[in-house]
Nanobody, 116 residues
C-alpha cells in the first residue's frame, strides 16, 4: 500500500500562483506513475497532469502552459506548480500513484480556490 498526502492548497487571486505538493510513503518502490486530478463542485473529477517513472509528463489541455509537474523519486514527492490561475481552476486537487496490477492509490485532497 502507498499513502499519499497533499498540501499547499489555499485561496489565491486570479493570475496568482500556487504550488501543491504530494508526499508518498509506504511501499513506493514499484510506483510507476504519479499524477493529479481535480474535482470542482458539481463536476466530474478530471485529470490535470501525470508523470511517469522516466519523467515524461502529460498535461490536460485546460492547464497546459500554466501548470508544471515535477517528481523527486529520492524524496517520493510530486509537486504541481500552478501559474496564471483562473477561477475555473477552483477545485479539490487529488494526488494519485499508479502501481502494477492496475492499483491506484489516492490522497485525501487539498482545496484550491481562485477568487478575488
Amino acid at each position: 500500500q502507498v499513502q499519499l498526502v497533499e498540501s499547499g492548497g489555499a485561496l489565491v487571486q486570479p493570475g496568482g500562483s500556487l504550488k501543491l505538493s504530494c508526499v508518498m510513503s509506504g511501499f513506493t518502490s514499484n510506483v510507476y506513475a504519479i499524477g493529479w486530478f481535480r474535482q470542482a463542485p458539481g463536476k466530474e473529477r478530471e485529470g490535470v497532469a501525470d508523470i511517469s517513472r522516466s519523467g515524461r509528463v502529460e498535461y490536460s489541455d485546460a492547464v497546459k502552459g500554466r501548470f508544471s509537474l515535477s517528481r523527486d523519486s529520492a524524496k517520493n514527492t510530486a509537486d504541481l506548480q500552478m501559474n496564471s490561475l483562473k477561477p475555473e481552476d477552483t477545485a479539490v486537487y487529488y494526488c494519485y500513484a499508479d502501481r502494477p496490477g492496475g492499483v491506484r492509490n489516492w490522497g485525501q485532497g487539498t482545496q484550491v480556490t481562485v477568487s478575488e
